[in-house]
């Protein structure tokens, strides 16, 4: 029988590859993010499917609780809940506006707090369930400009690893942690930008798809923690047994590699309210071979039907 999946963070990016890929395998869907236009779009992506959408902000009050209530209205359970949403900031930390700093951290630790109590409390009614959250290779180390990201991240890390121990009486209850590096969405373009560069992810890039597909895996085979990237372990080991050396490369290598040469006015980007125009599951950091190889195959079947009726 398929399985019921909930996707916070439905939208852009991660999520939205992490929604088709589910409804690739046949689970119905339920969507949730702040863009209801673009829930429309997605729910287009996954049509062959039953599929939700609720548009929901995890920073207001209620409003997880209501996105629950709405899935088990409308599909009588709830199997899978997976946690993408969140917001970034770019600017050093005195120079973030507090506000900016603020909504991120409720953005990204509360309301992935929030997720993980609504869905943990339903899962331990029901006796089962797999709740899979997004957290990120800067969970485990630092980068300049992004303070509240990073504090949300570590966040994240410790609250994962003190639910997990407390869901040791609980097998058929799973929380798993998936801990991508630098992944190829439009996060780094909708970002807050107090920093006056706009931010590109350092490489190496993964694809959004990629991170889907190990965020699916979970599901058939629960792990505490996964990591997507080529160079987190290194990077993990660099900043834990030399720290000095570490934090003496960082900035230049952040400058050099993490912030393009755009300039750009200060701005909140998506970190109160949706950007649709800017969601999207690529970011255009990466060429999207898929787009290579049948791009040209699609023109040149376009042309033929205009040709052949
Ligand atoms: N991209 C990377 O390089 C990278 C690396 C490591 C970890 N990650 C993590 O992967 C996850 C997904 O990131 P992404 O890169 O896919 O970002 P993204 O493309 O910007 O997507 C973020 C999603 O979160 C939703 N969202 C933002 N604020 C929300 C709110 N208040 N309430 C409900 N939904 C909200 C957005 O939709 P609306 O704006 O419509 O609400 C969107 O669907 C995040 O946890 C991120 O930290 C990303």
């Not at 890929?21 to 049509?47: H, I, K, Y």
């Not at 998936?178 to 350092?202: E, I």
Request: aromatic share 6%; hydrophobic share 45%; net charge positive.
């Amino acid at each position: 029988m398929s399985r019921v999946v909930v996707v916070v963070g439905a939208t852009s990016g991660i999520g939205r590859a992490t929604a088709r890929a589910f409804a690739e395998r046949g689970d119905r869907l339920v969507l949730a993010a702040r863009a209801s236009t673009t829930l429309a779009e997605v729910r287009g992506e996954c049509a062959a499917v039953d599929v939700l959408t609720v548009p929901t902000d995890v920073t207001e009050p209620g409003a997880l609780d209501a996105l629950v209530d709405a899935a088990l209205e409308r599909f009588g359970r709830v199997d899978v809940w997976v946690h993408t949403a969140a917001v970034m900031a770019y600017g050093r930390f005195d120079e973030l506006p507090g506000r900016v700093f603020d909504q991120v951290v409720r953005t990204d630790l509360l309301g992935t707090a929030e997720s993980v109590r609504v869905a943990l409390r339903h899962f331990r009614a029901a006796g089962a369930g797999t709740v899979i959250l997004t957290g990120s290779l800067l969970g485990h180390i630092t980068a300049p400009y992004m303070s509240a990201y990073v504090a949300s991240k570590w966040g994240i890390q410790g609250l994962v690893r003190t639910v997990q121990q407390e869901l040791r009486d609980s097998p058929e209850i799973r929380l798993c942690l998936v801990n991508p590096g630098s992944v190829d969405t439009p996060v780094y373009q909708q970002a807050a930008n107090y920093l006056g560069r706009v931010g590109r992810p350092p490489p190496p890039v993964t694809s959004p798809q990629r991170v889907a597909r190990a965020i699916v895996d979970c599901v058939d085979r629960p792990r505490r923690e996964v990591s997507v990237g080529r160079l987190n372990v290194v990077l993990r080991a660099g900043f834990t047994v030399l720290p000095g050396v570490y934090d003496v490369l960082v900035g230049p290598l952040m400058r050099a590699a993490g912030l393009s040469g755009r300039p750009v006015a200060a701005h909140d980007g998506s970190v109160f309210a949706p950007n649709p125009c800017g969601e999207a599951v690529r970011g255009g950091h990466l060429p999207d071979l898929r787009k290579i190889v049948f791009g040209p195959v699609s023109v040149v079947g376009a042309a033929l039907r205009r040709r052949f009726g």
